[in-house]
Every structure is written in structure tokens, then in C-alpha cells.
């Protein structure tokens, strides 16, 4: 994307981009795959897996540069660290309140983000992958809920080498020598048949497991690996839901 494309975007989401872009040019090297997958026009969900906290930033790059910047649904603590929160609030991405009366804000923003046209970048796993190889564990239902009541694409998004500048949890990035950000975008996942259902808990699984199965997909051919057959989940392991964790000892998993 142009500078001249990011014209539309709210000030202070050109302002993050012409502070970020150049040093993500400088700092990364890019193996973009897939960009023909994103849609033209029109609203959509695009679904990475989440490898780093630096990955929304190769992430946010891939699509910013392939003329679809995504508005992300992120944790609500982060909307109050000072400067950053007040980027993002301005950027009209969108706060998510965890386990709250105001859980349901965000879905509803997010429906209406699509419906204008927008592309809402949603981590499905909800927090940075817990598989001790990094493959994507098991998802939550948000992306799926969005695509249902909107009926929108849902494009699933592979990446790999953000973990390489900032490690899992990890404070200290290392950017020199450059890492190579691999990003491979996929065809929409065929979730047609499961329009105009009854949103049950079933429905949302089966949704969610197809988007999961398409990321891993994705990435399993930027790795050139195959995959577990079984998708991690953090709760038949005993660990929290997000945040910092450490493994039960003896856990091997």
C-alpha cells in the first residue's frame, strides 16, 4: 500500500503506519504468499496464528501493503498502556473485555467493522500458541461468530519468523541478523453450509475447528513440516487460558 492508500485510514492509524513501515522494511525481510486470496472489497475476517508478540506487526505489515489494513480485536489491558492505548483507540481497533458484562462489545463492534466494509484481524487461539513446536492449539469461537452472523469471508493467514526477533513471551528482540517474516494468506473457508443454523455450541466448534485446520494448513507449507494430528489444548493440560504460563512438571506434552 501506498502512502497515498492509506489516505482513509483514521490519523492516528497513518500515523502508526508511517512510524512502523519504514523500520519493518529495514529491520525484516518478506516472504509474502497468498495475497490474491485477500478480497478486493468488502468486509472480512482475516485469521493469523499468533506465534509473538511481534507478530502483529508482520501481520499488520502483510496487509497494510496488500491494500487491506486489518483493525484487530486485542486484549483490553492493552488499550490502557499510556501512548499505545491511545494509538489504538485512535486507530478505531477494537478492545476485547475477557470474562466481563462488556464481553459482548467487541463481537458487536467487530460485526459492524465488517459490515462497513473493514477487514477485522482476529487471533482465533486468543493468545500466543502453547504447542511447545508452535503450531496452532485449539481455537476460540470469536472469528467463527463474526463470520456467522455476518456471513463474511474468513481468510486464514499462516506465519513464521516473528518468533525468530521476539521469542514466546520473550522481552529482548533480536533483530540483526534480519529475520525473514513468512506470510502465506489461503482461500476462504467454506463455512456456507453452516449459515442460517442455530448457533449452538457444536455449530461454533465445527466453524472454528475449519478455520484452525485452514491456518495449519497454511503454515505447514511455509514450514515444510506436517503438523500433530491432534491440535494442542491448553485446557487438558491444566493451563490458563492466557498470559505467561509455566507447564506442570512432567508435562511433556
Known amino acids: 500500500m501506498t502512502a497515498g492508500g492509506t489516505?482513509?485510514?483514521?490519523f492516528a492509524y497513518r500515523l502508526a503506519v508511517g512510524i512502523l513501515r519504514p523500520l519493518l522494511m529495514v529491520l525484516t525481510k518478506r516472504d509474502w504468499q497468498g495475497a490474491e486470496h485477500l478480497p478486493a472489497t468488502g468486509g472480512f475476517v482475516a485469521a493469523p496464528n499468533h506465534l509473538s508478540y511481534f507478530d502483529p506487526l508482520s501481520f499488520a505489515h502483510f496487509m497494510i501493503d496488500n491494500g487491506r489494513p486489518p483493525y484487530f480485536l486485542g486484549k483490553e489491558g492493552v488499550f490502557r498502556v499510556p501512548v499505545?492505548?491511545?494509538?489504538?483507540?485512535?486507530?478505531?481497533?477494537?478492545?476485547?473485555?475477557?470474562?466481563?458484562?462488556?464481553?459482548?462489545?467487541a463481537f458487536r463492534a467487530a460485526v459492524a467493522a465488517v459490515e462497513c466494509g473493514k477487514c477485522v484481524g482476529v487471533y482465533p487461539e486468543g493468545t500466543l500458541t502453547r504447542d511447545p513446536d508452535l503450531w496452532p492449539m485449539v481455537g476460540k469461537t470469536g472469528a467463527a461468530r463474526i463470520a456467522l452472523a455476518?456471513?463474511?469471508?474468513?481468510?486464514?493467514?499462516?506465519?513464521?519468523g516473528p518468533q525468530a526477533v521476539l521469542e514466546p513471551y520473550g522481552k529482548r528482540p533480536r533483530v540483526?541478523?534480519?529475520?525473514?517474516?513468512?506470510?502465506?494468506?489461503?482461500?476462504?473457508?467454506?463455512?456456507?453450509?453452516?449459515?442460517?443454523?442455530?448457533?449452538?455450541?457444536?455449530?461454533?466448534?465445527e466453524a472454528t475447528d475449519r478455520i484452525m485446520a485452514a491456518i495449519t494448513v497454511e503454515l505447514e507449507t511455509i514450514r515444510g513440516e506436517q503438523a500433530p494430528a491432534e491440535r494442542f489444548d491448553s485446557r487438558k493440560h491444566g493451563l490458563p487460558e492466557t498470559g505467561k504460563f509455566r507447564r506442570p512438571q512432567g508435562d511433556d506434552a
Do not use: E, S
Not at 489516505?7 to 483514521?10: C, D, F, H, K, T
Open 176 to 205: 540483526f541478523p534480519r529475520k525473514t517474516m513468512h506470510l502465506r494468506a489461503g482461500p476462504p473457508v467454506d463455512l456456507t453450509d453452516l449459515y442460517d443454523q442455530p448457533v449452538t455450541g457444536a455449530l461454533l466448534r
Open 84 to 105: 499505545v492505548g491511545a494509538i489504538l483507540r485512535g486507530a478505531q481497533q477494537i478492545p476485547v473485555y475477557r470474562n466481563t458484562g462488556r464481553a459482548a462489545d
Open 7 to 10: 489516505r482513509a485510514l483514521p
Open 150 to 160: 455476518t456471513k463474511c469471508p474468513v481468510i486464514p493467514v499462516a506465519q513464521w
